[in-house]
């Protein structure tokens, strides 16, 4: 059984810093990807490309349903960040009361 992982790796704003980057990259590729799905052209009098068109379709269902989880991510983890803030100025306000005392 291996160690727990260290603390720091547990906190959203480590989360923030490790994975930011690579989750804003993804976002924004994989919204041009269905921008370039939503405009591929179709062809209507070929029956074929109608075909590609309802696969196509399920493609960017899929991967809309990606880029939704994926902004929800980020915006869990900026929420989560907020939070993480709140509480460690609250605990440094309690600390400060306590040397006041």
């Given at each position: 059984?291996?160690?727990p992982?260290?603390?720091k ?7 923030r810093k490790?994975y930011s980057p690579?989750?804003?990259y993804m ?6 990807l ?7 052209p179709?062809g209507?009098?070929?029956?074929r490309r109608?075909a590609?068109a309802?696969g196509s379709?399920?493609r960017?269902?899929k991967?809309?349903g ?6 929800d991510?980020?915006?869990q983890?900026a929420?989560?960040?907020e939070?993480e803030?709140?509480?460690l100025?609250?605990r440094?306000?309690?600390q ?6």
């Amino acid at each position: 059984e291996s160690p727990p992982p260290p603390l720091k790796a547990l906190t959203f704003r480590h989360l923030r810093k490790k994975y930011s980057p690579e989750l804003d990259y993804m976002l924004v590729e994989f919204r041009k990807l269905e921008r370039q799905l939503l405009g591929a052209p179709v062809g209507a009098n070929n029956p074929r490309r109608q075909a590609e068109a309802a696969g196509s379709k399920e493609r960017r269902e899929k991967l809309h349903g990606f880029i939704l989880h994926l902004e929800d991510t980020i915006r869990q983890i900026a929420e989560g960040c907020e939070l993480e803030e709140q509480e460690l100025k609250k605990r440094q306000q309690q600390q400060q009361q306590q040397q006041q005392e």
